[in-house]
Protein backbone atom coordinates (compact mmCIF):
# COMPACT_ATOMS: atom_id res chain seq x y z
CA UNK A 1 0.00 0.00 0.00
CA UNK A 2 1.45 3.45 -1.01
CA UNK A 3 2.48 5.37 1.58
CA UNK A 4 1.80 9.50 1.67
CA UNK A 5 1.71 12.56 3.67
CA UNK A 6 -0.93 15.10 4.27
CA UNK A 7 -0.17 18.80 5.22
CA UNK A 8 -1.94 21.52 6.63
CA UNK A 9 -0.03 24.66 7.71
CA UNK A 10 -1.78 27.90 9.76
CA UNK A 11 0.03 30.36 11.41
CA UNK A 12 -0.45 28.70 14.60
CA UNK A 13 0.35 25.60 14.02
CA UNK A 14 1.45 22.45 11.38
CA UNK A 15 -0.42 19.18 11.01
CA UNK A 16 1.42 16.09 9.22
CA UNK A 17 -0.41 13.11 9.12
CA UNK A 18 1.51 9.84 7.39
CA UNK A 19 -1.67 7.70 5.38
CA UNK A 20 -1.56 4.32 3.86
CA UNK A 21 -4.03 4.43 0.21
CA UNK A 22 -4.45 1.32 -1.78
CA UNK A 23 -3.15 1.42 -5.12
CA UNK A 24 -4.46 4.09 -7.11
CA UNK A 25 -5.29 6.33 -4.21
CA UNK A 26 -6.36 9.97 -4.82
CA UNK A 27 -5.83 13.10 -3.41
CA UNK A 28 -9.84 13.04 -1.87
CA UNK A 29 -9.36 9.95 -0.21
CA UNK A 30 -5.46 10.73 1.58
CA UNK A 31 -7.16 14.02 2.76
CA UNK A 32 -10.22 12.03 4.19
CA UNK A 33 -8.04 8.68 5.70
CA UNK A 34 -5.70 11.64 7.53
CA UNK A 35 -8.08 12.75 9.80
CA UNK A 36 -6.99 16.34 9.01
CA UNK A 37 -10.97 17.29 8.34
CA UNK A 38 -11.96 16.64 11.38
CA UNK A 39 -8.35 18.80 13.01
CA UNK A 40 -9.24 21.48 10.94
CA UNK A 41 -13.13 22.39 9.93
CA UNK A 42 -12.36 25.01 8.58
CA UNK A 43 -10.63 24.02 5.08
CA UNK A 44 -13.01 24.58 2.60
CA UNK A 45 -12.18 23.29 -0.68
CA UNK A 46 -14.45 26.03 -2.83
CA UNK A 47 -11.95 28.39 -1.30
CA UNK A 48 -8.87 26.43 -0.31
CA UNK A 49 -6.80 24.25 -2.87
CA UNK A 50 -4.12 20.98 -2.66
CA UNK A 51 -0.97 20.93 -4.42
CA UNK A 52 1.79 17.44 -4.91
CA UNK A 53 5.19 18.96 -3.73
CA UNK A 54 3.78 22.48 -4.29
CA UNK A 55 2.07 21.71 -8.03
CA UNK A 56 -1.37 22.39 -7.89
CA UNK A 57 -3.60 19.10 -8.06
CA UNK A 58 -7.18 18.12 -8.37
CA UNK A 59 -8.90 16.16 -5.37
CA UNK A 60 -8.87 13.44 -8.16
CA UNK A 61 -5.88 12.76 -8.88
CA UNK A 62 -3.56 9.47 -8.57
CA UNK A 63 -0.91 10.06 -5.93
CA UNK A 64 2.29 7.68 -5.53
CA UNK A 65 4.48 6.19 -3.40
CA UNK A 66 6.10 8.93 -0.75
CA UNK A 67 4.48 11.96 -2.51
CA UNK A 68 3.34 14.96 0.04
CA UNK A 69 -0.63 16.57 -0.17
CA UNK A 70 -0.08 20.16 0.42
CA UNK A 71 -3.53 22.08 1.64
CA UNK A 72 -3.22 24.98 0.54
CA UNK A 73 -4.67 28.42 2.52
CA UNK A 74 -5.48 31.81 0.53
CA UNK A 75 -3.15 34.05 0.81
CA UNK A 76 -3.30 37.02 3.47
CA UNK A 77 -2.87 39.72 1.21
CA UNK A 78 -1.89 40.10 -2.36
CA UNK A 79 1.46 40.35 -3.07
CA UNK A 80 2.13 43.07 -5.39
CA UNK A 81 0.27 45.26 -2.64
CA UNK A 82 2.25 44.40 -0.09
CA UNK A 83 5.20 44.82 -2.28
CA UNK A 84 4.21 48.78 -2.79
CA UNK A 85 3.26 49.23 0.49
CA UNK A 86 6.99 48.29 1.13
CA UNK A 87 8.46 50.56 -1.27
CA UNK A 88 6.31 53.49 0.04
CA UNK A 89 7.70 53.31 3.71
CA UNK A 90 10.29 56.07 4.26
CA UNK A 91 13.93 54.66 4.78
Request: proline share 9%; aromatic share 4%.
Amino acid sequence: MPKVEVVYATPDAQRRYAVELPPGGTVRAAIERSGVLLAAPQIDFARDRVGVFGRLVGLDDVLEEGDRVEILRPLAADPQAARRQRARRPR
